[in-house]
Nanobody, 115 residues
Framework: VPLVESGGGLVQSGGSLRLSCAAS????????MSWYREAPGKWRELVAT????????NYAASVKDRFTISRDNAKKAVSLQMNSLKPDDTAKYYC?????????WGQGTQVTVSS
């Protein structure tokens, strides 16, 4: 399995969680990495992206200033630090690797934020 997420769970509104995604089987340092999320009844949406060298990050407006994406190419891992969580952040979070002509998805990890 190329991507395996972990770190999801149940947290109260205002709390924090850190998601991790471990990569294997491909040249991680050559891939841009992203986190997506999918809530029940909604389309999967892009949350954050980080370039292959870690130098560029982008965030959805709904999570900017609350979430931070980072990566460690030596450990072949990408993380998403989520602070000030809101009930609207409740979703299944997916890791994606994008190599242009190749891409991979993880199986997802559930995040539930209670009010």
């Amino acid at each position: 399995v190329p991507l395996v997420e972990s770190g999801g769970g149940l947290v109260q509104s205002g709390g924090s969680l850190r998601l991790s995604c471990a990569a294997s089987g491909f040249t991680f340092r050559s891939f841009d990495m992203s986190w997506y999320r999918e809530a029940p009844g909604k389309w999967r949406e892009l949350v954050a992206t980080i370039s292959s060298d870690g130098g560029t990050t982008n965030y959805a407006a709904s999570v900017k200033d609350r979430f931070t994406i980072s990566r460690d190419n030596a450990k072949k891992a990408v993380s998403l630090q989520m602070n000030s969580l809101k009930p609207d952040d409740t979703a299944k979070y997916y890791c994606r690797a994008d190599g242009g002509s190749l891409f991979y998805w993880g199986q997802g990890t559930q995040v539930t934020v209670s009010s």
